[in-house]
């Protein structure tokens, strides 16, 4: 398929585009600051600031695209709160926009949604389950997930993913890159032991999202992610243990119950995966088989 993909140079998109080439298929991928090598894996590879609604759409008419997958965001929580109006662009503007276009075009758009849209207290969290976004980032991504289905009604995936890991184009921005910076420079990393995530690896995900770029696959709003709930003090001694570093060095066990950031960091953002996971030839991966694939 000829593929039109936002975010290429991000966690996801840098995977996306690997996993989508791997498979056969034609990637335009645009980036925004990225300035590094070519993303491996893009036919083509154009520069845009997403938040030009006029070139995003002729970029888009230009590439005719069989199906659109949207990896760009504002994904940070606090560059969100201190750029409300640019990260609502990007957050909210962006999918919606790409939402019509798809639209327009009658093709399928595979949006990217997120775990933060729920509060954290009933997990494992139902498709149909009430969203509660405690972040503007999470009221943000709830608001992507009205607004691309209200714009392509039985043309979009909205997926919402837990805590991504894997390896990005930039080696800085997922959970080990950032860890193993962190005990290169000689800090103790400090994890909360009662903090849950489904954690699931970039290159898993990519290949969901590749599969429900096909015209038949399934729509509306889904959930992924990994095999297993992990607290994030675990997930960091696994990480320890991959790359030779001793967790008892290496990281301190805390408890998020109780401090301030607790109004803010949900305690167990579980997913329930049906019925994506029953329907895909994509499955859920278990923590070890992610950790494995991590590189440096
Ligand atoms: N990472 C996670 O743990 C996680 C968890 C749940 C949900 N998600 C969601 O998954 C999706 C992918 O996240 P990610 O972690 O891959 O994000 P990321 O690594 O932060 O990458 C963001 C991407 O968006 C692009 N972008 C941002 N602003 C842009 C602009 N104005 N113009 C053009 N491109 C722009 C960036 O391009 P440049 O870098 O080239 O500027 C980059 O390619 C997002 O929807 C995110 O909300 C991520």
């Not at 039109?4 to 600051?33: P, Y």
């Not at 002729?58 to 606090?78: D, F, H, K, T, W």
């Not at 837990?162 to 930039?170: A, E, K, Q, T």
């Amino acid at each position: 398929m000829r593929l039109l993909l936002t975010g290429a140079s991000g966690l996801l998109g840098g995977n996306f585009a690997a996993v989508a080439a791997r498979a056969g298929h034609e990637v335009t991928g645009v980036v925004g600051t990225w300035s590094g090598t070519p993303i491996p894996g893009l036919a083509r590879q154009l520069r845009l600031d997403l938040t030009d609604g006029a070139a995003l759409t002729a970029v888009v008419r230009a590439a005719r695209p069989e199906a659109i997958v949207n990896g760009a965001a504002m994904s940070e929580l606090a560059q969100c709160d201190r750029e409300p109006e640019r990260s609502a662009v990007l957050n909210v503007e962006l999918p919606r926009r790409l939402a019509e276009l798809a639209a327009e075009l009658g093709v399928r758009l595979v949006h990217v949604s997120s775990e933060q849209v729920f509060d954290g207290t009933r997990a494992p969290y139902r498709i149909g389950d009430a969203v509660a976004p405690l972040t503007l980032y999470g009221r943000q991504k709830a608001e992507s997930e009205r607004a691309v289905l209200a714009a392509a009604p039985g043309r979009a995936a909205v997926v919402r993913v837990p805590l991504l890991l894997g390896n990005s184009p930039g080696g800085r921005r997922s959970v080990h890159e950032r860890l193993l910076r962190d005990w290169a420079e000689g800090r103790v990393a400090r994890l909360f032991t009662d903090e849950i995530r489904q954690v699931c690896l970039a290159d898993n995900l990519a290949a969901v999202l590749l599969e429900l770029c096909a015209p038949a696959a399934p729509g509306g709003i889904l959930h992924w992610a990994g095999a297993e709930p992990v607290s994030r003090y675990a997930l960091g001694c696994a990480i320890a243990r991959r790359f030779g570093f001793d967790p008892e060095q290496h990281i301190v066990a805390t408890q998020l119950a109780g401090t301030p950031l607790a109004a803010t960091r949900q305690a167990d953002l579980s997913l329930d995966l049906r019925p994506l996971c029953e329907l895909l030839a994509t499955k859920p991966e278990p923590l070890a088989a992610q950790v494995a694939r991590l590189g440096r």
